[in-house]
Every structure is written in C-alpha cells, then in structure tokens.
C-alpha cells in the first residue's frame, strides 16, 4: 500500500503540522514516510503545501506528478491541486475556504465544514485534526491510536493536555465529512 | 535519544544531529535559507554543554570558513554549511584548504542561482563543486546524499574521508532533502578525539611544538615555483590515489535496461518513480546514482555506455553532470540531458517524456 497525499491551504491553517502529524503516526505503525513541504518565504495568509507520502515500501520520488489524495483548504489550493488527483483518486475541501466547488467527477470528492465545526467547537486551532479525522474516516492510512501516539511523541510536554481536545476534533472531524453533492 | 531509535526529521535537523555524534569538534556557520535548520537545531542541541562541541554563529560565510580554516589546521574536526551564494563567498578558503591539504567539512543545501536567485531546490552548483568553485588545480571529495538517513549517515562518512586524504570534503544536497522529513536512524555516538589522540592522528597539525619535533607550517603559500609544483604533483597523486579507491554509486534496475537514467541527489530519487511509471509502459529503464561526484563514477559510466541504447542525465539544473558523462560514454551511447531551472524540481511524468521524446 502506499498513499500519496496533498496537503494545500493557507499558510496558518496548519497544513504543515497536520502533515507532520500524518507521517509521524505512519511512522509509528513501522511504515517508510516522506514529509516534502512546499517551502518558501511565505508567511500566514499566503500558501502552504506539504506532500505526505505512507507506504509500505521504500518511498522513491517525494516529488509526484499526481496524487491519491489532495486535501484542499482554499480556492487557489483546490484550482492547482484537483488536475492532480489520480483518476478514482479523493479529494477532500473545506467548505469555508472554496466559493467554486471542484467539478471532476471521476474523482471522490468529499467536504467537511472543518472551519465552521473548529469555531463551534470554540477550537479553532484544532481545525486541522478536524480535517485530518476526515481524512482518517474516508482512508483510513494510519489507526487513531497511533495519531494520538505521535501527538503525544511530538507536542511538547507542557501542550499535553490538549491532547484530549484533538482526539475530540478528529472525531468531530469522522463525523462531519460527507460525500459532496449529498449534504 | 536512544542511539537506534528510528525518528522523523528534516534531512538540515539530520546533519545537526549526526555532527554532534561523530565526534565534531567545531561548527561555524551562517544562517541561509534553505539550509538554516543545521545551525538552529545545533543551538537547540546546545552540544557545546554535552559533547564540548563549539557552535558558532560567524559574522559571515567568509568569516566561518577561515575559522573552519583555523580549526582544521589545528587537526579538529570542524565544519560549515551554507547554501550556493554562501558557499560562493567560501571558495577561496576552499581553495586555500585544498592547498593546505586540511580536513573538513563543508555542507551545500543547493538553491537556485545564479546570484542570489531563489530559495527553491537546485543541483546547479555541480560544476562549482566537482571541477574547483576555487582557484587553482584542486578538487573536493563530493558526497551526494539522496534521502534524509544519507544525510545522517555521509558527515561521518565525509569527516572520516577528509582525514584519510587531507582534503576537504563537501556533502552536497539540495533543498528538497535539506526541508524534506523522513525515517533516520542517527548514527551511535562516537566521543570527540582527545588531543593526545589528534596528536597521534594528526602529525602535521598546529598542536603546539613540544620537544625537538619539527615545526608545524600549515600554508598554501610556497613561492618556490619548483617546491610548488612538487607539492601540486603529490596533490595530484593523492587525486589519483582517491579516484581510484573512492568512487561510490547506486545501481537500480539496471540488469535489463535498454534505457538508462544517470542522476543523483533528490533527482535521483525522482527518477526512480520515473523509472517505475516508464516501466508500467514497458519501457525498459535503470538508474546509475552516482553518490560520489567527485570522484565520478566514469567507470562505471562507460560499462553502461556499451549495454545500453542511450543514457539520460536528470539534473535539476541546465546541463553540469551530463559533461562527465559524456566523457566516460565516449560516444558508445547517445547522452542527453534534461532538467528544469530556478528552482522549479521535475516531476515524474516529465522525466518520462523527456526520456520518450530524445531517443
């Protein structure tokens, strides 16, 4: 098995860190991981891309032509990365940040209003672990225990707990995905 | 740190890392992007409370390659890294090293130039570290990391080189595998050498006159043009002495190719998806990774030369590697070269098509 995943939004959405969180907890469960960000002098508000690459096997390119799966938080992230999803591939948007939904329909397209959910929930900044629950529900690339793993692997001590609060959000987040065009 | 544990980090963090374990006795550095996580995780690690290792900060990448100069005469351990316009200011304390026959290290997380350029991945300092960025006839033993755990495993590997010959050493990477995160195991640690032991290790070295020993004169300097070109041949002899024992490359899929793909660092590593997409199609292609660039793998180069109808060099810049493989092919097999520029990395699909498109 191996998962090639986008991860594109505005830089503060915590595109990065989601990412990072994904490889470490692949990483966790013993697979070959590839983290590639989309570096560059950007800052919040401009945009952020990273490729996550989970497999079995020894990752060769980190980077790729096209993608199983491309997460899309805003509208110039879903204009760039929908080309790119494999045929029968998924692609996943926040509801808040697209005005024109993706078109394709030879693709899984899935939505999940993480940004309005985060606001209600008053945890904003668990918006990411929202949108990764989502991800978790429709492929399940890593076990939950082992995202809880790597939070607890890579947060730092004093920001334990909040632990608590992102299992709630990517649960939140399994709950709240749907099949576009169904809501 | 458990000394196996298997982590996640960025291949700048891995070199941080593997420096404080293989016993480095100096780092002296400049902030550039997109190199700057090897100075900061060093003064994170604070190794300077640990291992004793000095980190510092110089006032620019002149300053810290004299002092990487300085510290290597003294028969320390020492190192720099930067990125291309850094590592442009360096060349003439690289030049002067070469000269000196000093050891060290000299890290380059290439971005694209020329000038300043752009912070995004390039190879385009090949020619500038494989045919002498410096004047003068002098070359650096050049290791070409292609994932974050080479990155780990070369500064070790790239120290204990430059003591065997007295050469500077340079691991060149790119941005992609300085930013990029993957699986590394660092390397056990190994204690910095004491001075009894550089001593022993390291005759030549600035360590202090004691007794009747002869002084110790670390230069570059010798006015003598007949002195000068004895020193020149027996540095050209050490050359020689390194190509020969040296050279180190990869092979992939190569039993049967009809086709072959020549690349390193993270091209490499998207030639080898290349390699699978083109192989779906039926199209018989292998990899030659060359992981020293100097010494090249020219051999080897010229074996493939004969096997196959036509060798492809995948660089992220406009055409550097493809020279010396032009040279080793000897015209046996048609060479081309592909690669795109000002940071821009080739994708998968494009290196297919270029192979399609020039044979």
């Given at each position: 098995m191996t998962e090639e995943i986008i991860i594109a939004g505005f830089g503060g959405q915590g595109v990065l860190s989601m990412g990072k969180i994904l490889a470490y907890a692949g990483l966790?469960?013993?697979?070959?991981?590839?983290?590639?960000?989309?570096?560059?002098?950007?800052?919040?508000?401009?945009?952020?891309?990273?490729?996550?690459?989970v497999s079995d096997d020894p990752v060769s390119s980190p980077i790729l032509s096209s993608y199983d799966t491309a997460i899309v938080l805003n509208q110039p992230s879903l204009e760039k990365f929908e080309p790119k999803v494999k045929k029968g591939g998924t692609l996943i948007y926040d509801g808040y940040g697209i005005n024109e939904p993706?078109?394709?329909?030879?693709?899984?397209?899935?939505?999940?209003?993480?940004?309005?959910a985060a606001a209600e929930m008053n945890l904003i900044k668990t918006f990411n672990m929202i949108v990764l629950g989502g991800l978790l529900k429709i492929h399940p690339v890593v076990k939950i225990d082992s995202v809880l793993a790597a939070l607890r692997k890579t947060l730092p001590e004093r920001h334990h707990h909040l632990i608590p609060k992102n299992e709630e959000a990517i649960r939140k987040g399994m709950e709240i995905i749907v099949k576009a065009g169904q809501d | 740190m458990a000394d196996q544990e298997i982590t996640l980090m960025k291949g700048n963090e891995a070199i941080a890392h593997a420096a404080i374990r293989c016993g480095c006795d100096g780092y002296f550095g400049y902030p550039i992007t997109p190199q700057s996580e090897v100075l900061e995780t060093l003064a994170a690690e604070k190794p300077w409370e640990t291992t004793g290792m000095v980190v510092l900060q110089a006032e620019s990448e002149v300053a810290s390659i004299n002092m990487v100069y300085g510290g290597a005469?003294?028969?320390?351990?020492?190192?720099?890294?930067?990125?291309?316009?850094?590592?442009?200011?360096?060349?003439?304390?690289?030049?002067?090293?070469?000269?000196a026959e000093l050891p060290a290290l000299i890290v380059n997380v290439m971005r694209g130039g020329p000038g300043?350029?752009?912070?995004?991945p390039s190879q385009s300092d090949y020619f500038q570290a494989c045919k002498g960025g410096g004047h003068g006839d002098y070359h650096l033993i050049v290791l070409a990391p292609a994932s974050v755990q080479e990155m780990a495993d070369f500064v070790d590997l790239a120290f204990e080189l430059a003591f065997r010959y007295r050469n500077p050493a340079m691991i060149m990477a790119d941005g992609a595998i300085g930013q990029m995160m993957e699986k590394v195991v660092l390397p056990p640690f190994k204690p910095r050498r004491t001075e009894e032991e550089i001593i022993r290790e390291c005759p030549w070295a600035t360590t202090g006159r004691v007794g009747m020993r002869k002084p110790n004169i670390i230069t570059s300097l010798e006015l003598r043009s007949e002195e000068m070109e004895v020193i020149n041949l027996r540095i050209q002899a050490?050359?020689?002495?390194?190509?020969?024992k040296e050279v180190r490359y990869e092979e992939f899929m190569l039993d049967d190719a009809e086709y072959a793909i020549v690349a390193f660092g993270s091209a490499a590593r998207i030639a080898k998806k290349s390699i699978e997409i083109a192989?779906?199609?039926?199209?018989?292609?292998?990899?030659?990774?060359?992981?020293?660039?100097?010494?090249?793998?020219?051999?080897?180069?010229?074996?493939?030369?004969?096997?196959?109808?036509?060798?492809?060099?995948?660089?992220?810049?406009?055409?550097q590697m493809v020279e010396d493989i032009m040279l080793a092919a000897g015209g046996n097999a048609p060479v081309r070269h592909f690669g795109r520029l000002g940071g821009i990395i080739p994708d998968p699909d494009e290196v297919v098509e270029a192979l399609r498109n020039m044979f």
């Open positions: 966790m469960e013993g697979k070959e991981v590839t983290w590639m960000p989309a570096y560059g002098p950007e800052q919040r508000g401009g945009t952020a891309n990273v490729t996550v690459i993706p078109t394709r329909k030879d693709i899984n397209v899935y939505r999940i209003d993480a940004m309005d | 005469a003294t028969g320390k351990r020492v190192m720099t890294s930067s990125s291309s316009p850094g590592v442009s200011l360096m060349q003439e304390g690289i030049s002067y090293m070469a000269g300043l350029g752009t912070i995004q050490k050359y020689r002495e390194i190509e020969e192989r779906a199609q039926g199209l018989k292609v292998g990899l030659l990774r060359p992981i020293t660039l100097w010494p090249f793998p020219s051999r080897e180069v010229a074996r493939l030369s004969q096997k196959v109808k036509g060798i492809l060099s995948l660089e992220i810049n406009a055409g």
